[in-house]
């Protein structure tokens, strides 16, 4: 029984995946506030915001010997001290500027729209059969039908004294 169960289960078909259109935008570089001084891999500051400023994966660029030298940000431990990577070449003593890293936005194609199935509507109209009775008859329609349209389709029905064209 267990083997009938299983060649008539139904699987799902499987998914194709498509990968979502990935764009980086990169930021400008901008000048920290204050000035640092770097000895080994430990950045201190003075007058600097380091916890507002920096973030894990930055680049703190600093002039060395007339040339710049940028270093990674491993750790910000407070608004006067944080980590880098490697050591600069010699001790620096001057202002920086901070580089974010690219961001990376993920855009996912828009699923296709899908067609509606449109929705019969249902009308009732009612038309007299009698003196005191009357007959009710089920109109469907792809569109809605305004009083009108509703009270023609009646009096094409059957003549009475209260809807005649």
Request: glycine content about 4%.
């Amino acid at each position: 029984q267990k083997q009938i169960n299983q060649l008539t289960k139904k699987k799902p078909l499987p998914k194709t995946q498509e990968t979502p259109q990935t764009y980086q935008v990169h930021q400008e570089p901008f000048k920290g506030s204050g000035k640092i001084f770097v000895s080994g891999t430990t950045v201190h500051g003075t007058n600097t915001k380091f916890t507002q400023e920096l973030q894990q994966n930055n680049q703190i660029t600093v002039q060395v010997n007339n040339a710049e030298e940028s270093r990674k940000v491993i750790l910000v431990l407070s608004d006067k001290s944080a980590c880098i990577n490697e050591p600069f070449s010699a001790e620096v003593n001057s202002e920086f500027q901070v580089h974010k890293p690219p961001l990376t936005i993920e855009q996912e194609k828009p699923e296709p729209k899908r067609k509606r199935k449109t929705a019969l509507k249902n009308y009732e109209i009612r038309t007299k059969r009698g003196p005191w009775t009357y007959w009710s008859d089920e109109v469907l329609t792809k569109e809605e039908l305004s009083k009108e349209e509703l009270l023609n389709i009646r009096a094409q029905k059957v003549r009475d004294k209260f809807c005649w064209m």
